[in-house]
């Protein structure tokens, strides 16, 4: 049998080397059009950028290794000219010498692939303007970069090799400006998941022009300027075209072979085209979707060696092996971001006119009091009637390939989310949770189905009507004073209980948190207390602020660097304390920028490393709140770095009391209850506002030292003494203590999800400057000393609690 092969790259290569392995007697001749066969094109980007710094490391096989392993006839810059299926033949044109001659065939292989867009637009052909798909484009921008050295580059695009040219066009030095048609970048994600992608590439530096587009270029001197609609511009030293890809099917077109209806050569299940001798490959071709049976172009290089592969085995033994379609299952790394994507999104769902639900999670990439665990954020589409997966996405920094390699198996099998409630993963508390994120996005997403939880999304949040709709915020009132939505009302969950004749029965309650957790939870408490039309967010907060905060920032990025730039020259004369607060759950973080920046000189600088997704935007609303000056946002493995610095502004600021103040009592010494009193004060003067606790009645045992000087009492003070919690470690729950059972259970797990304990909290509390007053009438009744409470607590009266009061525009009794 003789067997021609037109293509050398992936789905060329693979075909001929299982068309070797299963028939040596063959005769088999590949054509490829350029210099080289079998070449890792999706390696090109990070050879450009240094990652992967030997150029040879590219070649998978070279010509010479074809024909010495596989005896394969390999004829290197050959272009196929024309096919005649009739005659079962080729013209091929020899590019070195000019010489044409015919080939015969029985069986032909198409591997044509495809080829960059190039927009017919004025100063398209400017030589600083590069596309990538090969080798020779790889040189020629590697070469351009080594000789002119330039500081600037456009890149025009934001699909895979959009991104992945900007991030190693900004690992080899250039400032990187993004030009993006659609207002969200890589098109297999939804917008509400691809915002996670704009929020990093901006934490990079990464100047993102969204909805912009590209009318022309003009030279500028030695510069290029990039024209945009509106007669906005940028100047720049190169541009990187990569706009998309279309299947290279003129060959075929001209030969009389079926095109498909997206402009791809058409094929049946045996990827065998409209005539029985030619078969086709890769990215040239147009393959069916199973989920919506439709045509589709997925130019990967999985699909390809898998088609190559079915190919070759057809040939050899006849048409027995089919090719069951695509998902487009896809991943991409984006800087530090891992990107993933399979099965159907939302937006194409809604294009089709299917009915389905979408649900967002946000989980740790393993167990969280294991060191080094990151966020990790899923969207999932199913069925509402069946549950049938449809698609989801992942983006994270650390086992998203996993997750969606789990996912994409149920999808391509039609399972549905109670199979992701069942998958069974290797468990360890370095490499996932014992409930794993796929897990958790399917127990979400059995709740609303089985009517647990009614979920409503981030674009219902703009409809909501004050006078029928109720927004619960149940997060913590420290979050919610950093950031919430306009209009919420907070009350935390775990005081939402107590606080139920706050909520309107008569309106639509719209609960959010964080992330959808507590949100949950709420929402069970409100169903079982009676409220009806209850609906909880989504994602949560971290969903919401993602989609609704500004997605370009070209605007912010150049006043920044004009920032940085200037704060870049006195750099190394600048003291910055370093402090290392990863791992630490919130207010964790935030208390320790506060606990730090008040040791600071003016002028001197702190850098605080947190793993607390939310840490970046605390720390600039801690900020602007404060006047402190900040300096740098970084994001790097998914460790946030925020350095700032203490000015003038920020030292008068904090000092300042203008009837800000917050005032609490604590009446209590339940241990929950000494515990919110003191999240809540910390949270306070984290923000720079001044916070004054009164301790009162039971209250006292919460300030109580634990070695106690010898002092001397009446008989009812030591009966008090003898009955009342010695010390805060004494302290017992206020419900399910089970006779001290409850508060070790309870210090025991905030320990493993490194929360502070109470006497820690206390400490910060301290350190803070949080103004902490005893009673000085309790402390008469019940026969407490100066001498027993901790040295930083004050005496007072009732006027001392009232003088603050006065200063307050908020006052808890706890």
């Known amino acids: 049998m003789k067997v021609l092969i037109i293509g050398g790259v992936a789905g060329g290569a693979t075909a001929a080397a299982r068309l070797r392995r299963i028939d040596e007697n063959a005769e088999i001749i590949l054509f490829e059009r350029g210099e080289y066969v079998s070449y890792a094109n999706c390696g090109l980007p990070y050879y450009i950028g240094g990652t992967i710094a030997e150029r040879d490391r590219l070649f998978v096989q070279t010509a010479d290794g074809f024909i010495n392993r596989f005896n394969i006839d390999i004829r290197l810059q050959s272009e196929v000219v024309s096919i005649s299926p009739d005659n079962k033949t080729i013209n091929v044109k020899n590019l070195l010498t000019g010489e044409t001659y015919t080939e015969s065939y029985d069986k032909l292989i198409m591997s044509t692939g495809a080829e960059p867009l190039k927009l017919p637009i004025p100063g398209i052909d400017n030589p600083k303007i590069f596309t990538l798909r090969n080798v020779p484009d790889t040189d020629a921008i590697k070469n351009y970069i080594e000789q002119h050295k330039p500081k600037r580059a456009v890149v025009m695009g934001a699909g895979f090799i959009g991104l992945e040219m900007a991030e190693n066009l900004h690992e080899a030095g250039l400032e990187v400006n993004i030009v993006e048609m659609s207002d969200q970048v890589m098109a297999p994600l939804d917008f509400s998941m691809a915002t996670i992608v704009h929020q990093h590439l901006k934490e990079k530096n990464i100047n993102l022009w969204l909805k912009e587009r590209v009318t022309g270029f003009e030279p500028n001197g030695n510069h290029l300027n990039v024209l945009l609609d509106g007669g906005k511009q940028i100047e720049t030293d190169m541009v990187i075209c990569s706009v998309g890809v ?16 997206l402009g791809g050569i058409w094929v049946n299940e045996y990827m065998q085209t409209s005539d029985a001798n030619i078969y086709a490959v890769g990215d040239a071709v147009e393959v069916i979707n199973p989920l919506t049976n439709t045509p589709a172009l997925i130019p990967l290089a999985g699909p390809a060696n898998k088609q190559a592969r079915i190919v070759a085995n057809n040939i050899s033994e006849g048409n027995k092996y089919t090719y069951k379609g695509t998902i487009g299952t896809s991943i991409a790394k984006v800087f530090d971001l891992t990107v993933a994507a399979a099965g159907i999104t939302g937006k194409v769902l809604k294009r089709m006119n299917v009915n389905y639900i ?40 650390d086992g998203v390939d996993k997750r969606i390699e789990m996912m994409a198996q149920v999808i391509q099998n039609k399972g549905t989310i109670y199979d992701l409630t069942e998958l069974e993963q290797a468990y360890a508390p370095p490499f996932s949770s014992a409930k794993d994120p796929v897990n958790i996005a399917g127990f979400v997403a059995e709740n609303i189905i089985n009517g647990k939880m009614k979920i409503l999304h981030w674009r219902d949040i703009t409809t909501i009507d004050p006078a029928k709709d109720f927004l619960l915020d149940v997060r913590t009132a420290y979050e919610y004073n950093l950031n919430h939505i306009n209009g919420a009302v907070n009350i935390p969950v775990d005081e939402l209980r107590n606080r139920l004749n706050e909520i309107p029965s008569n309106k639509r309650i719209i609960i959010y948190c964080a992330i959808g957790l507590r949100g949950y939870l709420a929402y069970r ?46 750099n190394n004369n600048t003291k910055t304390i370093k402090v290392d607060a990863c791992g630490l759950a919130c207010p964790g973080p935030i208390t320790q920028l506060k606990k730090h920046f008040d040791l600071l000189n003016e002028g001197e600088r702190l850098e605080v490393k947190s793993t607390d997704i939310a840490f970046s935007k605390d720390a600039e609303s801690w900020c602007n709140i404060t006047g402190a000056l900040l300096v740098e946002q970084k994001t790097e493995a998914g460790i946030i770095s925020v350095t700032v610095e203490k000015v003038c502004k920020a030292k008068d600021k904090t000092a300042t009391h203008n009837g800000d103040d917050k005032t609490i009592i604590v009446f209590s ?26 301790f009162t009645f039971w209250g006292l045992n919460v300030i109580k030292k634990r070695e106690k000087p010898s002092v001397k009492k009446d008989f009812f003070g030591k009966m008090f003494g003898m009955m009342l919690p010695a010390n805060s470690r004494k302290l017992s729950l206020s419900k399910m203590n089970m006779g001290g059972m409850g508060s070790q259970m309870m210090r025991l797990i905030m320990k493993k999800k490194n929360i502070d304990s109470l006497e820690a909290l206390i400490q910060q509390a301290v350190d803070s400057g949080v103004e902490m007053i005893a009673c000085n009438m309790s402390m008469d009744v019940m026969g407490v000393k100066k001498e027993e409470l901790l040295d930083n607590v004050q005496l007072g009266g009732v006027a001392s609690y009232l003088e603050r009061a006065e200063k307050s525009n908020m006052s808890l009794f706890i």
């Open 358 to 397: 979408s649900s967002y999670t946000h989980s740790s990439s393993h167990a969280g009091y294991y060191p080094g665990a990151l966020p990790l954020s899923i969207k999932i589409v199913f069925a509402p009637q069946t549950g049938q997966l449809y698609g989801a996405q992942v983006v994270g920094y």
């Open 669 to 694: 010494d339940d241990l929950d209850k000494a515990l919110a009193s003191f999240v809540i004060a910390n949270g306070i003067a984290a923000t720079g506002k001044k916070v004054s606790l009164f």
């Open 246 to 261: 279309r299947p290279e099917k003129q060959l075929a077109e001209s030969a009389g072979l079926k095109i498909g209806s």
């Open 525 to 570: 408490i409100l169903a079982q207390k009676g409220f009806e039309n209850i609906h909880n967010l989504s994602g949560g907060f971290k969903t919401y602020s993602n989609v609704t905060c500004e997605q370009s920032n070209y605007q912010k990025l150049n006043s920044n660097n004009k920032m940085q730039n200037t704060k870049q020259q006195d």
